[in-house]
Structure formats: structure tokens, C-alpha cells
């Protein structure tokens, strides 16, 4: 019977690409980690695309409200829901992770144009695709926002459970531990509000968000093969996706370098 444990196996080489990926040794100054922000930050809000399909896919989200799907699932969405958009920090402070990623940018000095003009073109429902070429979307990361919304579009609810659980929530902490390390050390202060959201997600996707999210998905395949089908699937093209996002990132890095040298 297909499980957690063999989809696990089956991306497990995906996986090591991506936690050995270069681009972690690659950013290296000032300059890359913004670089790296204004391509992520697509990341950040596409992620909150992924949670809300989900939310309303698993939980009775309109008028009149009936019971819907299993409660284990309900707590799980709304939990993440809660954390996701509307966080409370130890100072005090609610907003959404997104908000937080932007306003570590702002504080770094990374480029906010792409983004908000991006969001200011959501905002007035210009079509995703148009939006991205619009607001001047970094390739790589226009290419990854597109592979996202492709998949909440086909609205296949087990492969969106699978690649927020294997391409977001369950790597993340890979991903961001050795980042998380590095930024003190190398630009004391600079990148205070970055290391905060990085230190959260490694808390929240860590100790929680990871197991319930292979719960969920555990839930929702329970024993039909089609459905494990689509969420290995969908595993494996996240997974990709987010190294295609980080193979641009390196390039456009070196592309950078190449031009403080010239």
C-alpha cells in the first residue's frame, strides 16, 4: 500500500538536491541575500495561495456553515491559517508572515517594486500571468509562481496538500537553518527582521507544521492509490520547481558579481 514513508523514498534524491543546493554556500554578501529576498519573496506569497486553496477545500468556508471534511484536517488548516496570516510575535505585534518577509526587505534595502507592483495588480484582478510580466517578476521567480498557481488551478486537492506538505512546509527548516546561522555572523543587525521570520518558520515548520502536514495528507489519500499517485506527483514537481527556483537565483547572483567586476 502506498504511504508517506514510500512517497518519502521516492522524492528522497529531490530532497537531497535541495538541502545541499549551492545556492546556500553562494550568498555570501549584502547584495545576495537582497538578491535572494526579491526572488523569494514570490515564494512567501504563493505559499499563502497554496494554505487558502487548502482552507477552502477542507473547511466550510461560506454561508451557511455546515460541518465539512475531517475535523483533525480542519484544525490543522485553521491552525496554520492562524499563524500563517495573522501571527503573533513576542513583541507584540499581529501580522502575516508575507508582511513580515516585506518589511524585512524594506529594512535590508532589497528591492520592493517587483512585489508591490505585483500585489497592486492582484489587488485590481489583473490576471496572475499578465501581473507577473507586468510588474517586472524575476524569471525564475515568475516561472515558479506559475507552476504554483497551475496546480491550484487543475484543483486537485491531494497533490496541493502534497506539495505544500513536501515542496514548503516540510522543507523549510532545511532550507533556512544554515541561512539562520550565517546572518549574525556575517552582517550583524542588518538582516535583524529576516532572522526573525526564518527563525520562526524553523520553530512553527519544525516542531509542528511538518507532522500535521503529513497527517493531512495521510488524511486525505487514506488508501486510494490514484490519490497517492497525485501526491507523489505533485511532490516531485514542487520539489523541482524549487530548485529551478534556486538554480535562478545562483544566476542571477553571478550575473550580479560578473557586474561589480566589469
Known amino acids: 500500500m502506498t504511504s508517506i514513508g514510500h512517497l518519502e523514498t521516492r522524492i528522497e534524491s529531490r530532497r537531497r538536491r535541495l538541502k545541499q543546493h549551492p545556492l546556500y554556500r553562494r550568498i555570501q554578501t549584502a547584495r545576495d541575500v537582497r538578491i535572494f529576498m526579491e ?5 512567501v506569497w504563493d505559499f499563502m495561495c497554496l494554505l487558502k486553496k487548502l482552507q477552502r477545500a477542507l473547511t466550510c468556508t461560506h454561508l451557511p456553515w455546515v460541518p465539512r471534511g475531517n475535523p483533525k ?5 485553521n491552525q496554520i491559517v492562524l499563524e500563517e496570516e495573522s501571527d503573533q510575535l513576542d513583541d507584540g505585534r499581529v501580522l502575516s508572515h508575507f508582511e ?15 512585489i508591490d507592483l505585483f500585489l497592486v495588480a492582484q489587488h485590481s484582478g489583473v490576471p496572475a500571468p499578465q501581473a507577473l510580466r507586468e510588474a517586472g ?17 487543475e484543483g486537485r486537492v491531494a497533490a496541493i ?3 505544500f506538505t513536501f515542496g514548503r512546509e516540510e522543507v523549510i527548516p532545511h532550507m533556512f537553518r544554515a ?3 550565517d546572518l549574525n555572523q556575517q552582517f550583524p543587525g542588518q538582516f535583524a527582521t529576516l532572522k526573525l521570520y526564518l527563525e520562526r518558520h524553523i520553530e512553527l515548520d519544525g516542531d509542528s507544521h511538518a507532522h500535521l502536514a503529513e497527517t493531512m495528507v495521510r488524511e486525505i489519500c487514506g488508501d486510494d492509490p490514484l490519490l497517492w499517485e497525485q501526491a507523489e506527483s505533485a511532490a516531485v514537481r514542487a520539489l523541482d520547481s524549487r530548485i529551478e527556483l534556486w538554480d535562478g537565483v545562483v544566476a542571477r547572483l553571478q550575473h550580479s558579481a560578473k557586474l561589480q567586476l566589469a
Open 100 to 114: 513580515l518577509y516585506r518589511l524585512a526587505m524594506e529594512q535590508s534595502g532589497a528591492d520592493l517594486r517587483n
Open 161 to 163: 496538500a502534497a506539495a
Open 39 to 43: 526572488h523569494h519573496v514570490f515564494a
Open 73 to 77: 484536517v480542519r484544525r490543522f488548516i
Open 137 to 153: 517578476v524575476p524569471e525564475a521567480a515568475a516561472r515558479f509562481v506559475a507552476s504554483t498557481l497551475d496546480l491550484i488551478e
Open 179 to 181: 541561512l539562520v546561522d
